[in-house]
């Protein structure tokens, strides 16, 4: 089945750095990827939308400078969580649907646990 | 707009017994309605889906049937086991729109 790779898997960083995170679809392609961020025991907030080629789509309450999308090609959306803070320190999901059917359902990374000190 | 509600959780089950869990929603159009599991420390992994009225979908031994008359896909499994402990996910997909989830409902399978 379709493969999403997410890297790193944890990364600790210290306030005020910023951070990157990878998001790579192994064997289909993707011109759309989603990014969600997971609190403690609540479910997935979609945070925005990346788009091959285009901008990102930030969803109300996102802010876009803080949370640089770049999608550069049809296997690779990155996330970089820009000048980090401790609040920032979360859970980040990201997942692409295969193109193809009505009704694809989305895959998954398997999520980058970040914490800020 | 579209939403998902899920069953508040924890829900505890000893091993072997049957599980429900209860997910209806609210959607414009006719979505497709998707179960993905979460276990500790990973992201979510598809469990089962169905694309139209009365579609079953099944995997692992969960079913889920999509009830367009009571706008609901619960979850069920005949016999849990304590390696389905996880957190378990009920989402819609409209036609071209972004995926909707549930707030999630906590399995804890025990010996």
């Known amino acids: 089945g379709a493969v999403v790779s997410q890297h790193p898997s944890r990364v600790i960083c210290k306030s005020g750095t910023s951070v990157k995170i990878e998001c790579r679809s192994l064997d289909f392609q993707a011109t759309t990827m989603f990014w969600y961020r997971q609190f403690p025991k609540q479910s997935l907030m979609l945070m925005a939308t990346s788009n091959e080629g285009s901008k990102a789509t930030y969803e109300q309450g996102v802010e876009k400078d803080k949370f640089l999308i770049n999608h550069a090609s049809l296997t690779l959306s990155t996330l970089t969580v820009t000048s980090a803070h401790p609040e920032d320190s979360s859970f980040y999901i990201c997942?692409?649907?295969?193109?193809?059917?009505?009704?694809?359902?989305?895959?998954f990374g398997n999520g980058t646990r970040l914490t800020v000190t | 707009g579209n939403s998902v509600t899920q069953m508040e959780g924890p829900v505890t089950l000893s091993e072997e017994a049957f599980l429900t869990i209860n997910c209806t929603y609210t959607?414009?159009?006719?979505?497709?309605l998707f179960w993905y599991v979460q276990y500790p420390g990973e992201g979510l992994q598809l469990l089962l889906k169905?694309?139209?009225?009365?579609d079953k979908g099944s995997n692992k031994g969960f079913e889920a049937t999509y009830r367009k008359e009571t706008t609901s896909f619960h979850l069920e499994k005949g016999s849990v086991q304590v390696s389905d402990s996880a957190v378990y996910f009920c989402?819609?997909?409209?036609?071209?729109?972004?995926?909707?989830f549930g707030t999630g409902t906590r399995l804890q399978v025990t010996l």
């Open positions: 169905a694309t139209k009225a009365d």
């Open positions: 997942s692409a649907r295969a193109e193809g059917a009505a009704g694809s359902p989305l895959h």
């Open positions: 989402a819609l997909s409209p036609p071209r729109s972004k995926l909707t």
């Open positions: 959607a414009t159009g006719y979505p497709s």
